[in-house]
């Protein structure tokens, strides 16, 4: 999406506004083709784009729209943690009390186990990390070439993504291979 900061306030609009089930993932909301819909037409409110781009951009909103509302229910979780009370208000009608029942089924437990340990592997610990925040390869690009009136090489892109800016190290061994 660019520009990149309006396209990712839609979808968080579109997620939070319509959010209307006790959905755990995109998937289970994929799975409901008339909550997708809803979903989708809270992101079209804000966003316009020429219809030639329709298909690449519902792409897009899948691949974003799932990340988001991962980070949404993530944090979900941990409001109701501390306060079980007070859950976020984008959490329509008993959403949040069924979520907390899934999230506290042993089923569910195991599945975040299971992903905790694969996050603690040495192969996950030496990946590949990207340093750009909340800004995407792209939105780096475009910077760099307005600071510097050219393209980057392939290499100076990896180094945007991958060195620290206050220090220069690498944030892992596999980006320092590459260079």
Request: glycine residues 6%.
């Amino acid at each position: 999406f660019h520009p990149q900061n309006p396209a990712s306030k839609a979808v968080n609009y579109g997620l939070k506004s319509k959010f209307q089930h006790p959905f755990e993932n995109w998937t289970a909301v994929k799975g409901n083709q008339d909550a997708w819909n809803q979903l989708w037409n809270g992101f079209r409110e804000k966003v316009t784009w020429h219809r030639r781009h329709r298909n690449a951009i519902k792409s897009i909103f899948n691949k974003k729209a799932a990340k988001r509302l991962s980070g949404l229910l993530s944090d979900a979780r941990k409001k109701i943690d501390k306060d079980p009370n007070n859950p976020p208000k984008w959490l329509a009608g008993g959403s949040s009390s069924t979520l907390v029942s899934k999230w506290a089924s042993p089923e569910y437990q195991t599945k975040c186990q299971r992903n905790k340990q694969n996050r603690d592997t040495e192969q996950a610990k030496s990946s590949c990390v990207h340093l750009g925040g909340s800004r995407s390869a792209a939105t780096l690009r475009i910077q760099f070439i307005k600071k510097y009136g050219r393209a980057p090489t392939f290499m100076e892109m990896n180094a945007l993504m991958h060195k620290y800016a206050d220090s220069d190290d690498w944030a892992g061994p596999r980006a320092e291979e590459v260079a």
